[in-house]
């Protein structure tokens, strides 16, 4: 399972940004798909997640502000409005995959990608 990451990049507080990640390989089964990120010394947090049925969770820093959708099975968007300096991060998209042949979830991680917030 590889999962591709795109978006990102540097905007200005108030300003808007918009990531996607899109999940490929065989016989996908994907249950929860979401964002996670590290800011500079601090340990990775949960910033939004959604399941198959839609169902969305949200940090409380980014409540009101983020909107995660997910597209289809295999894709996401993460739609990042009113940014803050501490929005800042390495933002990594994160997905959990059912295997049918060994009835297992496994967490799958895509390549970080870069938000920075100027003030």
């Known amino acids: 399972v590889q999962l591709q990451a795109s978006g990102g990049g540097l905007v200005q507080v108030g300003g808007s940004l918009k990531l996607s990640c899109a999940a490929s390989?065989?016989?996908?089964?994907?249950?929860?798909m979401g964002w996670y990120r590290r800011a500079p010394g601090k340990e990775r947090e949960l910033v939004a997640s959604?399941?198959?049925?839609?169902?969305a969770t949200y940090a409380d820093s980014v409540l009101g502000r983020f909107t995660i959708s997910r597209n289809s099975a295999a894709n996401t968007t993460l739609q990042m409005n009113a940014l803050k300096p501490e929005d800042t991060a390495v933002y990594s998209c994160?997905?959990?995959?059912?295997?049918?042949?060994?009835?297992?979830?496994?967490?799958?991680w895509g390549q970080g990608t870069q938000v920075t917030v100027s003030s």
């Open positions: 994160h997905a959990n995959v059912l295997s049918v042949v060994l009835w297992t979830t496994t967490d799958y």
């Open positions: 390989g065989s016989n996908l089964h994907i249950n929860t």
């Open positions: 959604i399941t198959t049925d839609g169902t």
